[in-house]
């Protein structure tokens, strides 16, 4: 059975709340709590937890099924759900106690920032930290948030210049939501700035994000980091790419034209660029899937990606980002005044896939970085 099978069937019945939220969502920048509460119902968050405090502790493959069929619903409620999910990785990096502390209770979950907006001094019992970060996905509804430091007076281990950053998790009790997540696309995700005054912070609640988890050892927590996030984000913009398709072929059967009365799924262009949207997203998922397992394998047997893998995965999850974007530009267009409706779910699409190939893991800036693995996998 396809590990990921009980979630999507969740997914399936959450449809009808998501597609009824979905502009509340849009309007008031967050998810709405009806929404949130079935994901916490359906574990939805949990995807990426550990066995050891009896989580799922899903492999690669399906979780990344997970992400891009929420996506597929609506593409901040997509989001919610692969970031809610991704903060649990955290948990390989802290001791089991901590882990289950922050993990265990039912409604956990984590909003961050990867920016190091804060300062941490050492002192005898943990660090004294605090800063003020944004883009803390889902923050209205965490219980935790894990935030990047500078820590005071510390130099990295080799020798070098730049500062050593350390990750910290505050209770949602010690920080403060500052309102400012305000996009023309994603809004739903309730992205909003926090900040903390100052904060004791115990040493066992810190992590390196970068840095070797030894109390999880299972492959989802030796697989890097850096390739969670462009896989995870890259999932949901492909699922954002077929409800862009998803969208027009309702239209397509709904809508005729103002001036000539033709249907919409009649006209010429029209379905040129269906046809090309189709293909540029089933062709962009098919190596993007191909590259996300063979990784996995790779992992799963105990080995360290080769470079050349390294750079595999990042391509792929790039292209699959931007060809999602490229097809719901493509449907957007065929669309024509059907595209500029109020509250019109084919432009919320297009709005929020080009908003997510913003984000750097999966910006088309990074194929030169990606390119780079492979030419140095050649000398």
């Known amino acids: 059975m396809n590990a990921a099978a009980p979630y999507l069937d969740a997914l399936a019945d959450m449809a009808p ?8 969502s849009e309007r008031e920048a967050r998810t709405t709590a009806p ?3 079935r994901i916490v119902d359906a574990g939805l968050y949990r995807l990426y937890l550990p066995r ?14 997970v992400f891009e069929a929420a996506a ?3 593409g901040s409620f997509g989001w919610a759900v692969t970031i809610g999910s991704g903060g649990g990785l955290f948990a390989g990096a802290l001791e089991p106690a901590t882990a289950a502390e922050i993990f265990g209770p039912r ?17 005898d019992s943990g660090y004294l930290a605090g800063g003020h970060w944004n883009f803390a996905s889902g923050a209205h509804h965490a219980t935790f ?9 510390e130099r990295p281990a080799d020798g070098g210049d730049g500062p050593v950053i350390r990750a910290m998790a505050f209770p949602a009790g010690e920080v403060e939501i500052v309102e400012a997540w305000d996009p023309a696309g994603m809004r739903g995700t309730g992205s909003h700035d926090f900040r903390v005054e100052s904060s004791l912070v115990p040493y066992r609640r810190s992590f390196d994000v970068f840095g070797e988890w030894t109390f999880e050892t299972g492959p989802l927590y030796r697989y890097p980091f850096q390739h969670h996030a462009e896989t995870s984000f890259a999932a949901v913009a492909l699922g954002i790419g077929r409800h862009a398709i998803d969208e027009f072929l309702a239209l397509a059967g709904s809508r005729n034209s103002l001036y000539t009365g033709e249907p919409l799924g009649d006209r010429q262009g029209a379905r040129v660029r269906l046809g090309e949207a189709e293909a540029t997203v089933s062709a962009a998922r098919a190596w993007f899937f191909e590259v996300a397992r063979s990784t996995w394998e790779a992992v799963a ?4 990606l080769e470079r050349e893998e390294a750079a595999r995965v990042s391509l792929a999850s790039i292209h699959a980002a931007n060809s999602a974007a490229r097809a719901a530009t493509l449907l957007f267009e065929a669309g024509g005044s059907a595209s500029l409706d109020a509250g019109s779910p084919l432009a919320r699409a297009w709005r929020d896939v080009h908003a997510l190939t913003k984000h750097v893991a999966v910006s088309p800036l990074g194929y030169e970085a990606a390119a780079a693995g492979l030419l140095d996998a050649e000398g």
């Open 107 to 123: 409604e956990a979950l984590i909003a961050g920032s990867g920016k190091p907006g804060g300062t941490a001094r050492p002192v």
């Open 35 to 37: 929404v949130a509460e």
């Open 52 to 65: 050891s405090i009896g989580a799922p502790e899903l492999d690669l493959a399906p979780a990344l099924e």
């Open 17 to 24: 709340l998501v597609a009824a939220e979905a502009e509340r």
């Open 145 to 153: 948030f894990t935030a990047n430091c500078i820590l005071e007076g």
């Open 72 to 74: 597929r619903l609506d």
């Open 301 to 304: 047997g105990g080995a360290s």
